[in-house]
């Protein structure tokens, strides 16, 4: 199976921060990476799709980036709605979906 | 507007079973592969099992593979994940997610969860 390693597991950031979480997989992936927000209590919600597509209806402050092994998830100008938890998800077509650890953000 | 709705979730003891169902309304259930992820208490997702739109193709996770099974019933827009020889680290919220395209992609919708308990 492919590894999905993400970090920070968490970070605080100040509101208007630029706050940047990486994901690093253990064998080529091309761009089929995704990127969700999961707030306490809630099912996570897709906010990027294959590595730099923003869902619809996903505000600008998040974009998202790499390929291959390497990818980098953003958001511009910190909010304190964005306060959850980040996961990245990968979906080669020959091996089982998996998730990275996730990382959660706080307001410092 | 695309719902998923859980439902079967609760208390079991070890070695148990329990089944749950995911009722899908707003789209068409019948054309989209469907799976199951799992999040137990205060940890990270975890994939469970993929069933493809008309159920010719399933994959399991190796830490349910012979104990879970995934099916469904395009007549009824349900979902269902028969679950046998429960075990404690079975314990989880379980979600019911649509894939957008294909059989495995990006998970565009998902249910609320339901919760299993294995404890005696």
């Known amino acids: 199976d492919i590894q999905m390693t993400q970090s920070p597991s968490s970070l605080s950031a100040s509101v208007g921060d630029r706050v940047t979480i990486t994901c690093q997989a253990s064998q080529d992936i091309s761009i089929y990476l995704n990127w969700y927000q999961q707030k306490p209590g809630r099912a996570p919600k897709l906010l990027i799709c294959d590595a730099s597509r923003l869902e619809t209806g996903v505000p600008s402050r998040f974009s998202g980036s790499g390929s291959g092994t390497d990818f980098t998830f953003t958001i511009n100008s910190l909010q304190p709605e964005d306060i959850a938890t980040y996961y990245c998800?990968?979906?080669?077509?020959?091996?089982?979906?998996?998730f990275g650890g996730g990382t959660k953000v706080e307001i410092k | 507007q695309v719902q998923l709705v859980e439902s079967g979730g609760g208390v079991v003891q070890p070695g148990r079973s329990l089944r749950l169902s995911c009722a899908a309304s707003g789209f068409t259930f019948s054309t989209y592969a469907m799976h199951w992820i799992r999040q137990a208490p205060g940890k990270g997702l975890e994939w469970v099992a993929l069933?493809?739109?008309?159920?010719?193709?399933?994959y399991y996770a190796d830490s349910v593979k012979g104990r879970f099974t995934i099916s469904r019933d395009n007549s009824k827009n349900t979902l269902y994940l028969q679950m046998n020889s429960l075990r404690p680290e079975d314990t989880a919220v379980y979600y019911c997610?649509?894939?957008?395209?294909?059989?495995?992609?990006?998970?565009?919708?998902w249910g609320q969860g339901t919760l299993v308990t294995v404890s005696s």
């Open positions: 997610v649509r894939v957008d395209s294909g059989i495995s992609g990006y998970f565009d919708y």
């Open positions: 069933m493809s739109y008309d159920g010719s193709t399933k």
């Open positions: 998800q990968q979906y080669d077509s020959f091996s089982p979906v998996t």
